[in-house]
Structure formats: structure tokens, C-alpha cells
């Protein structure tokens, strides 16, 4: 749950929920939201971790719990796919998710053998 993981982030840094809200300039009145199991907007969790000098996954899944954590990844395409994004607006975020998970999840043969970049 994200109110778990951002406590526990919190106190790994020696600092509260509160206090990180306050530094950031956002209120903390939605915090009781996030204890019952709802979800911070994207710019808010980003902000949260950027502060925290933390991963977006370990405010999600939690600290070494992300589903592909022991995957390699390759950080220059996945600063190239933060940065793609960031520029989406919010209203059309899910719509790119539902795209990408319908199409390219199991990708088609077509895309499989491509070796554009």
C-alpha cells in the first residue's frame, strides 16, 4: 500500500510523512485517503521520491518489492521512457496504458524481429 510505503520511506530517512509533504509545498490533508488504499496523483509520488531521492517503485511496491526488481534494466532507455512519459497528459495516461498493455505485452511478430531502436 502506497501510505505503508511512504511511512516506511519516511522513517528510513529520518523524517515523516508531514514533513516531506510540507518540504514539497503539498498539503497533507489527502493522507487519510492513502491509509484506507488510495493512490496519489503521478506528479505527487514523483515529487515524493524525488525528494526522498527514492525509486517510484519502492513508494509502489515497496522497498525491493517490485515485480521486475531483479531484471537488469537499461537506464538510458528508461530515462528515454520517463521522459516520454512526463509529457503525456494525465487525462490520456491511462489510455496510453491500456494501448501499450494490449498491444505490445505480447508483442506481434511484427514488432519481435525489428531492430529499430
Known amino acids: 500500500m502506497f501510505y505503508d510505503n511512504f511511512k516506511a520511506a519516511c522513517e528510513r530517512e529520518g523524517t515523516t510523512i508531514t514533513t516531506v509533504l510540507a518540504e514539497i509545498g503539498r498539503a497533507s490533508g489527502n493522507t487519510g485517503g492513502w491509509k484506507v488504499g488510495k493512490f496519489p496523483r503521478l506528479d505527487i509520488v514523483m515529487e515524493i ?56 505485452v505480447a508483442a506481434p511478430k511484427k514488432y519481435a524481429d525489428d531492430k529499430r531502436a
Not at 513508494?59 to 503525456?88: F, H, M, R
Not at 491511462?94 to 494490449?102: A, E, I, M, N, P
Open 49 to 104: 521520491a524525488e525528494y526522498l531521492q527514492i525509486s517510484l517503485d519502492e513508494l509502489v511496491y515497496g522497498l525491493g518489492k517490485a515485480p521486475y526488481s531483479n531484471k537488469t534494466q537499461n537506464c538510458e532507455l528508461s530515462s528515454e521512457w520517463g521522459d516520454i512519459i512526463s509529457q503525456i497528459p494525465e487525462d490520456r495516461q491511462q489510455l496510453c496504458k491500456d494501448f501499450l498493455r494490449t498491444h505490445m
